[in-house]
């Protein structure tokens, strides 16, 4: 199997650019076209297990559009062939200091694109190291 096949990886890079541009700005459409339209997506939050792409639909549309502006560090993104991948990245934002997010995306290309499968965000205080 080969990794990080370079048109593959741009092509996962730009789809995890329009989801944090999506997420900022909360553009809830883009969002939720970004995510499979599955029972079987799941995305764990800070706060929130979300099992099937209708509860994740329903946190989107009712979620709060403040404070979602965030600075993001230490970005992997990781293909595997050409239709999976992985985007981890921490976060930062200027509303909570002293804390570190979280965040992994497990991506599949479907006959439609790409689609996050599965998600985990969380967050920590910032590790002294």
Same mark, same amino acid.
């Given at each position: 199997?080969?990794?990080?096949?370079?048109?593959?990886?741009?092509?996962?890079?730009?789809?995890?650019?329009?989801?944090?541009?999506?997420?900022?700005?909360?553009?809830?459409?883009?969002?939720?076209?970004?995510?499979?339209?599955? #029972?079987?997506?799941?995305?764990?939050?800070?706060? =929130?297990?979300?099992? *099937?792409?209708?509860?994740?639909? =329903?946190?989107?549309?009712?979620?709060?559009?403040?404070?979602?502006?965030?600075?993001?560090?230490? %970005?992997?993104?990781? %293909?595997? *062939?050409?239709?999976?991948? %992985?985007?981890?990245?921490?976060?930062?934002?200027? #509303?909570?200091?002293?804390?570190?997010?979280?965040? #992994?995306?497990?991506?599949?290309?479907?006959?439609?694109?790409?689609?996050?499968?599965?998600?985990?965000? #969380?967050?920590?205080?910032?590790?002294?190291?």
């Amino acid at each position: 199997m080969e990794v990080d096949i370079p048109e593959v990886k741009k092509e996962v890079e730009a789809a995890f650019a329009l989801y944090e541009t999506a997420l900022v700005t909360n553009d809830v459409a883009t969002l939720e076209a970004l995510f499979r339209n599955d #029972s079987r997506t799941l995305r764990y939050g800070i706060a =929130e297990n979300l099992y *099937g792409m209708h509860a994740i639909r =329903e946190f989107r549309r009712n979620r709060s559009p403040q404070g979602l502006i965030r600075k993001l560090d230490r %970005t992997i993104i990781t %293909t595997y *062939g050409r239709d999976f991948a %992985t985007a981890n990245t921490l976060f930062y934002r200027d #509303s909570a200091p002293g804390k570190v997010g979280r965040q #992994s995306q497990t991506w599949v290309r479907f006959d439609d694109g790409w689609h996050i499968v599965a998600a985990h965000v #969380s967050i920590i205080d910032t590790p002294m190291t």
